[in-house]
């Protein structure tokens, strides 16, 4: 055999193995194959907040899906029995108090909290202690992927109603519910958000025919001129189903939290419940 030959026989061998590598390589791109394992998206799922209403009487249960008390409870539920689920999406410096999701739990909603800081890389977008956000604005894009991701997730869990899904956001997630472009959901609760502000956040990108409950303050210190430009005013101006979206703006207190106001978990309630 000429030498060439066997030269070529080599090279061929080697482009086979390298085809074959890459081709091994990208069938793990397929979602339906592809084990996620540690990966930082599904690090906010697998250590998000999860509620769970109990019966009359018993406190919300609180944990990770993970943790033995929720998988017991989950267990011993009746194989029909499907929660209406929130996605609820935190600030800009994380989870907070549980207290408004504990009311969302006593009210019957299940509630899944994805923890954006579970990720390895999670800067501030915002200044706490400045009342200022605008830092690290590819962080807007981190929330959007988590709420998508937190969906897939769920449609695997045979606990939940998909047909009763709704999403909450508040301050920094209030944006990712605002803009998330998907039509999975019922209903949206835009929570200390306005809505306004620089192209890459203004707007509001549900769907027509899904409802929408808009909560600011008037005098919200974080979108003030002297802090911010442009962000004063209310999410009403992007409603597109305007006879069933209702926008609260709560005058007086100069604060950012809404929730700790009655009216505003009394509107958020009465709202959850008329679909």
Not at 22 to 29: A, F, G, M, T, V
Not at 66 to 85: F, G, K, Q
Not at 219 to 238: I, K, M, N, V
Request: aromatic content about 10%; hydrophobic content about 40%.
């Amino acid at each position: 055999m000429p030498s060439w030959v066997g030269v070529f026989l080599v090279a061929l061998l080697l482009l086979t193995a390298c085809e074959s590598e890459q081709w091994n390589r990208s069938e793990l791109l397929n979602p339906s194959i592809l084990t996620e394992g540690d990966s930082d998206i599904a690090r906010t799922f697998d250590q998000a907040t999860i509620l769970l209403p109990r019966q009359k009487g018993l406190e919300p249960l609180v944990g990770k899906l993970s943790e033995r008390a929720v998988r017991d409870h989950l267990a011993a539920l009746p194989p029909s029995r499907r929660y209406p689920t929130i996605v609820y999406m935190h600030g800009c410096n994380g989870q907070g108090r549980l207290a408004p999701l504990q009311a969302f739990a006593n009210a019957g909603f299940a509630v899944i909290a994805p923890n954006s800081f579970a990720r390895r890389f999670r800067p501030l977008q915002c200044s706490p202690s400045k009342r200022t956000g605008g830092q690290n604005i590819f962080v807007f894009d981190f929330r959007l992927v988590e709420i998508s991701y937190a969906l897939q997730r769920m449609a695997t869990l045979p606990w939940i109603n998909n047909d009763r899904l709704y999403l909450i956001g508040t301050s920094e997630g209030g944006v990712a519910a605002a803009l998330y472009r998907g039509e999975e959901f019922k209903a949206r609760v835009i929570a200390q958000w306005t809505c306004h502000g620089a192209p890459f956040i203004r707007g509001l990108a549900a769907p027509k025919g899904e409802p929408v409950l808009a909560i600011v303050r008037s005098d919200d210190p974080w979108y003030q001129p002297e802090r911010t430009t442009g962000q004063l005013g209310d999410c009403s101006a992007f409603f597109k189903t305007l006879d069933r979206s209702r926008s609260l703006v709560i005058d007086g207190g100069a604060t950012h939290d809404v929730w700790g106001h009655s009216g505003a978990m009394g509107a958020a309630l009465e709202f959850l419940r008329q679909d």
